[in-house]
C-alpha cells in the first residue's frame, strides 16, 4: 500500500508538471483543501493516540487489553474522524470569504495550504492572523498538550524501574514515534502559524514537503523496522537474493 502511494504521488507529480499549468480552479482548491485538512488532522490526532497507547502500555501494561480494547479502538478512530470535520468546518467558514474576491490570486504552495488560503481571504491582516492562531490553538495545542503530558508519565514510570535493559528497550520503542512527532508538528505547526509573517514562499513550500511528503514515507521504515520478526524476515530475504 505504501508502495501504491508512493508512486501514485510520483505519477501526479510527473503528470502535474509536464502540464505547465500552475492554475486551479476555485471548487478544485477548495476540495484538495478539504481532503488535506481531513487526512492531515487525522494524522495528528492518531500521533496522540499512538502517544496514549504507549502510555497505557507502559505505565498500565497490566490493563492494557481492558482499556485498549476494539471498541475503545473504534471509537478513538471515530473521535479523530469527527475532529477532522470540525477543523474542516471551522476553515471553511473563513476560507469561503474570498470566494468573492478577485478572479485570480496567488497561492505561494505547491497545494491549496489551508495556511495560504486563510492569508488571501477575504478579511483584514489581524482577522486573519486571529483566525489562524485560534483553529491552531484549538486544535495544535492539546494535541501537543497530550503528547507531552503521556510521554511525562513514560518517563516518570520509566525512570523509577530499575532495570537498565528495560530502560532501553523503551525509550528505544518510543523514540521512533517521537521522531515522527517532532517532525510532523514541529513543520506542520510551524507552517501554519509562520505563513502569515514568513515572505519566502520556497522555504514555507519545503516545510511543507517535511511533513505531507517526508513524514508519510518514513512511517513505514521507523515502525516497521524496529520490529524483529521484520528484520528477520527482511534478513532472510535479502540473503536470498545476494
Not at 498500565?60 to 479523530?80: K, R, T
Request: net charge positive; charged share 10%; hydrophobic share 45%.
Amino acid at each position: 500500500m505504501y508502495i501504491l502511494a508512493l508512486f501514485g504521488n510520483l505519477l501526479i507529480i510527473l503528470t502535474v508538471s509536464s502540464t505547465h499549468c500552475p492554475v486551479i480552479s476555485y471548487v478544485s482548491c477548495l476540495t484538495q483543501m478539504s481532503l488535506f485538512i481531513i487526512f492531515g488532522c487525522m494524522d495528528s490526532m492518531l500521533l496522540v493516540v499512538m502517544a496514549y497507547d504507549r502510555f497505557v502500555a507502559i505505565c498500565h501494561p497490566l490493563y492494557y487489553q481492558v482499556i485498549m480494547n476494539p471498541s475503545c479502538c473504534c471509537v478513538l478512530l471515530l473521535g479523530c474522524f469527527l475532529l477532522s470535520l470540525v477543523e474542516l468546518l471551522l476553515h471553511f467558514v473563513a476560507v469561503l470569504n474570498f470566494s468573492n474576491c478577485e478572479d485570480y490570486v496567488d497561492i505561494s504552495n505547491f497545494f491549496c495550504d489551508p495556511s495560504e488560503l486563510l492569508k488571501i481571504a477575504c478579511f483584514d491582516t489581524v482577522t486573519s492572523s486571529i483566525v489562524r492562531y485560534c483553529v491552531g490553538a484549538l486544535y495544535g495545542l492539546p494535541s501537543v498538550s497530550g503528547i507531552i503530558f503521556s510521554y511525562f508519565k513514560i518517563v516518570t514510570s520509566i525512570m523509577r524501574s530499575p532495570s537498565s535493559s528495560g530502560k532501553q528497550k523503551t525509550f528505544s520503542t518510543c523514540g521512533s514515534h517521537l521522531s515522527i512527532v517532532c517532525l510532523f508538528y514541529g513543520t506542520g505547526l510551524g507552517v501554519y502559524f509562520s505563513s502569515s509573517l514568513s515572505h519566502s514562499p520556497r522555504s514555507v513550500a519545503v516545510a511543507s514537503v517535511m511533513y505531507t511528503v517526508v513524514t508519510p514515507t518514513l512511517n513505514p521504515f521507523i515502525y516497521s523496522l524496529r520490529n524483529k520478526d521484520i528484520k528477520t524476515a527482511l534478513r532472510k530475504i535479502l540473503s536470498s537474493v545476494f
